[in-house]
């Protein structure tokens, strides 16, 4: 079964700086998604990586992969307090089935 | 366009109940996914139908079923709920081989 890590599991940021956040998967995949999750509520897709190399920067927020060390990450550029949340990777396999981490639970400190 | 809808929203059942829980998917889309996400955990995905079969599964009892209709709208039956089914039931819909949308999500608590 496919296996994905993310760490850190918890992330205590100041306001105006940067982290990043890291999502390891066991097998091969060309596929990975990022979700936002905002407490009590459902998951918001914030980013599809379709393919070795693949960049993709949404304000604050970027997302890479590298499909042969099987590693994406997603960094935060000068924290604001409006992401706070929590953010899983997912990986897709060749079924179209998800497999998630275990998420990361950012909180962002004026 | 009304994306993934899901009902009910809460859903208090005691244990030995069954429970049905519905999923209409975005338009335009002909997939379905179940997953269930327990408090402070990834979601877990349960099964995803197609065409009205099971396609894929995770790995759930069979105490977990599922149905797909006609119009892609789909159902998540649970029967003999046990304390552990305590969960927040997601549905995700898709177009075959493209990215998944998530609807808001069941929360079932089994006392």
């Known amino acids: 079964e496919l296996k994905v890590e993310q760490n850190p599991l918890f992330l205590s940021m100041q306001e105006g700086k940067n982290y990043t956040i890291y999502c390891n998967y066991s097998?091969?995949?060309?596929?990975l998604y990022w979700y936002r999750q905002d407490p009590g509520k459902s998951l918001e897709s914030l980013f599809v990586?379709?393919?070795?190399?693949a960049v993709k920067q949404e304000g604050r927020l970027m997302a890479s992969l590298d499909t042969k060390a099987r590693l994406s990450t997603l960094h935060i550029t000068a924290a604001v307090h409006d992401l706070s949340a929590t953010y899983f990777c997912?990986?897709?396999?060749?079924?179209?089935?998800?497999?998630f981490g275990t998420g990361t639970s950012l909180t962002v400190i004026p | 366009d009304a994306g993934v809808t899901q009902s009910p929203t809460h859903l208090i059942k005691t244990r030995g109940q069954q429970v049905t829980l519905r999923c209409s998917p975005k338009?335009?889309?002909?997939?379905v996914s179940w997953y269930q996400q327990a408090l402070g955990q990834g979601p877990q995905f349960i099964f995803q139908?197609?065409?009205?079969?099971?396609?894929q599964r995770g790995n759930f009892p069979d105490r977990f079923s599922g149905h797909q209709y006609p119009n892609y709208s789909s159902e998540l039956n649970v029967n003999a709920l046990l304390l552990g089914d305590s969960a927040l039931y997601l549905c995700?819909?898709?177009?075959?081989?493209?990215?998944?949308?998530f609807g808001p999500g069941t929360r079932l608590t089994v006392l």
């Open positions: 995700a819909s898709s177009l075959q081989g493209y990215t998944q949308y």
């Open positions: 097998t091969t995949s060309d596929r």
């Open positions: 990586l379709l393919s070795n190399g």
């Open positions: 997912a990986v897709e396999n060749t079924g179209n089935q998800f497999y």
């Open positions: 338009s335009g889309h002909d997939t």
């Open positions: 139908y197609y065409e009205e079969e099971e396609r």
